[in-house]
């Protein structure tokens, strides 16, 4: 697939899927940007994580580091991530984000909510080629990003950027088909409640949601759990990835898409069902 091609599959659909950054998203790209450029030494491997790496990633370790690399320095300029992440590539977001393919089958479809800069969604491409993955995002400067990155990595075969919000990708917009995935990935995108309602449609039946949080994951389940189960999906749970290769593993909720829920009917006013009565 060439560049034209991954573009033609774009959707520019206005707005976002909100809130949608990147999880290493800065609230201000603009003030956070460096005074000077980035240093690619900053996306080095550090020893002490070489061994998980290689075992997350395995012969396509080099692939990873080089995509490391295009965070720290292109990603940074370009107010993708913070340059206080550039040094914390590696166990805060390259590994934290490829533990979680161990709960993902073999040959899946994966769809990537609020993508931002590739997270998690390339690193999975990138440690498990056997999936398809497709990089959902609203917002240009971050579509442009992720399209020059599956180009120069040569992941375009196996990776889509679909430029649009979630619901957009759901139902189909400007002239687009529907997709949907065996999984739904996010990560730091939306409390449950709102991040089930925009997932789940995008979910398979019987597929699944792999949301990617940290300590509030248990209190979000116990919160939303009433809302996620009329959206059709199944009871959260939590589950850790990549126990005993990275430390701390990486927190999941992970919910199954039981029934196949289509959107809510607003009511009718009382006005309205009188105008029909009267006709009666």
């Not at 990776?159 to 400007?174: P, T």
């Not at 389940?221 to 990549?242: F, K, N, S, W, Y």
Request: glycine share 10%; with cysteine.
């Amino acid at each position: 697939m060439t560049h034209d091609d991954i573009t033609a599959d774009t959707v520019t659909g206005p707005g976002g899927t909100p809130p949608g950054p990147s999880a290493v998203q800065p609230a201000d790209a603009e003030s956070t940007r460096p005074d000077t450029a980035p240093s690619p030494a900053d996306a080095a491997l550090p020893p002490e994580l070489a061994p998980a790496a290689l075992t997350l990633f395995g012969d396509r370790l080099d692939l990873a580091a080089a995509y490391a690399e295009l965070l720290a320095t292109d990603g940074v300029v370009r107010g993708l991530i913070g340059p206080r992440e550039a040094p914390r590539i590696w166990d805060r977001h390259m590994l934290n984000c490829a533990a979680v393919a161990e709960r993902i089958p073999s040959g899946a479809t994966v769809l990537d909510v609020g993508s931002g800069a590739g997270l998690p969604g390339l690193v999975l491409a990138i440690a498990r080629p056997d999936l398809t993955v497709t990089l959902i995002e609203p917002l240009s400067r971050r579509t442009s990003f992720l399209i020059e990155v599956v180009e120069r990595l040569g992941l375009a075969k196996s990776v889509r950027v679909f430029r649009g919000r979630a619901d957009e990708a759901a139902s189909g917009s400007s002239g687009r088909d529907a997709i949907s995935g065996d999984v739904v990935t996010a990560r730091a995108v939306a409390p449950l409640d709102r991040l089930a309602g925009w997932s789940l449609p995008l979910a398979v039946r019987g597929g699944r949601l792999l949301a990617l949080k940290g300590s509030s994951a248990a209190a979000e389940i116990e919160e939303h759990a009433e809302v996620v189960a009329r959206l059709g999906g199944g009871e959260p749970t939590v589950q850790l990835c990549g126990v005993g290769v990275i430390d701390p593993p990486t927190t999941v909720v992970e919910i199954v898409r039981e029934r196949m829920v289509g959107p809510a009917r607003p009511a009718a006013s009382k006005r309205s069902r009188a105008g029909r009565s009267r006709r009666r």
